[in-house]
């Protein structure tokens, strides 16, 4: 990614200044859209921007020893939010502030973005499974200790389903399948094509779409959809 190192180090100025000023990087949780009234088989959570973290990514921004601190459990047995937030920077030099941090670590550090977060950060990252990382696009996350610049690992998630193994029996699916996802509640009935299915007996049945695609359709947090097979 080709950055002014000037402007760089003029904006990471500007929002470790901001952070010193409204605290290092920890925030309430935001309050999740009510959910309509709707059926269907599958409920739907809602993935607003997010970071994933390394270890080593972690000390770098926070500090030597830092632990990330869980707020709330996700859907996902063993996922979690942390109160910690950072901002992350483009080439367009606009930061995007308090982006969650989600637990537990990982290898690798990984951004996820929605299409508009995109155009705001100038950044042109693929629509990729999570944890597929090769070729994704490049970003610098800010935090109160320093600053990480990741050369690939910024992301738009793609549309999938988690799965118990008990769910996927009973849908008549296997890890790896593609679906349609028919939207029938929401202001705007629509379908959703190509929706990977995902299987484990660690996950817990949820659809996750990013807010672009939430918003899109007017549904929020619980709304229900159905498998098209």
């Known amino acids: 990614m080709d950055y002014n190192a000037a402007a ?71 996922q979690y939010a942390c109160k910690e937030t950072l901002t992350i920077l483009g080439p367009s030099m606009r930061a995007i502030e308090g982006v969650r941090v989600l637990g537990p670590l990982r290898k690798e550090s990984q951004v996820e973005i929605s299409r508009t977060d995109s155009f705001t950060l100038k950044v042109k990252p693929p629509v990729r499974e999570s944890g597929s ?6 970003i610098i996350i800010v935090g109160p200790k320093g600053i990480v610049s990741l050369n690939k690992g910024c ?5 999938h389903i988690h799965m118990h193994t008990d769910d996927a029996a009973r849908f008549g699916v296997a890890d790896g399948d593609y679906v349609d996802i028919d939207v029938s509640c929401g202001s705007r009935r629509t379908r959703w094509f190509d929706v990977q299915v995902r299987v484990s007996p660690k996950f817990a049945l949820e659809m996750h779409v990013d807010t672009d695609d939430a918003n899109a359709v007017g549904i929020g947090n619980g709304a229900r959809v159905k498998l098209l097979k």
Not at 31 to 52: F, L, Q, Y
Not at 133 to 138: C, D, F, R, V, Y
Not at 155 to 159: K, S, T, V, W
């Open 8 to 78: 760089v180090a003029e904006m990471v100025k500007r929002v470790l200044a901001d952070l010193e000023k409204n605290g290092a990087g920890v925030s309430a949780a935001p309050k999740a859209p009510a959910a309509p009234t709707c059926e269907g088989d599958i409920p739907v959570g809602i993935s607003n921007r997010h970071i994933h973290l390394s270890k080593e990514d972690l000390e770098t921004l926070f500090g030597a020893g830092y632990e990330l601190t869980p707020l709330k459990d996700l859907s996902q047995p063993g």
């Open 155 to 159: 992301i738009i998630a793609n549309r």
């Open 133 to 138: 990382l090769e070729g994704s696009a490049p």
